[in-house]
C-alpha cells in the first residue's frame, strides 16, 4: 500500500519537463523524509500559483495582476516578441533591454497545422499600430519555426514603417532562448540586426 503512495507521488514528479524517474524518486524520498512544514509549504505555493497566476491582458507574461509590471512601467516604443511567457524571463535575465513584451504562445509551424491566425499575430499588430511603436525585436527560438515567425512577422511589419531586428546568432541555431545564459542573450541582443 505504501508503495503505490510513494508511487503515485514519483510519477507526479515526471510529469515535470525533463525529470526522469530517478530525478522524481529523488524529489519524493526527499518531500517523505523532510519535515512536514517543508511540504506543506511546497504545497501551498504550487496551489498559490495556480490559482493567482495568470496572463497580463497586453502582453501576453505571467502575472497576478491584469497588467504585468512591465506593460506599466517600459518604453512601449520598443517590443520584443518571444514564443512563451517564459522566454520573458531569460530576456529579463540580461537587465539592459527597457522595452516590453508581445508573448506569441506559439511559432507558424506547418508540420502542426498551426499558422498566422493560430497566434498572437493579429494582437501584435494591433500593439504596434495603437502604441506608434518604433522597433520591433524578433526574439523567437532560432530554429526553423521561430526564423519562419520572423520573417513572416517582418513581412507584415515593413510596410507600416516599423524597424524589424532579429537577435544576433550569439543564440545557437536550434537551442531554446530558456537555456541562454544571460551574457549570451545581452550579447545577441546588441548585436540584432535588420530583418530584410
Known sequence: MQEDIIEKLIEQFRTLPGVGYKTAQRY???????KNERAEKFADAIKEAKQKIGFCKVCGNFTDQEVCPICKSRNRKVICVVKEPKDILSME???????VYHVLFGTISPLEHRGPNDIKIKELLSRVQNDKVEEVIMATNPDVEGDATAMYIAKILKPLGVRVTRLAQGVAMGSDLEYADELTLSKALEARRDID
Not at 519524493?28 to 523532510?34: D, L, M, P, R, V
Not at 535575465?93 to 522595452?99: E, Q, W
Request: glycine share 14%; proline share 0%; aromatic share 14%.
Open 93 to 99: 535575465k540580461v537587465k539592459s533591454y527597457n522595452g
Open 28 to 34: 519524493a524520498f526527499s518531500i517523505i523524509e523532510g
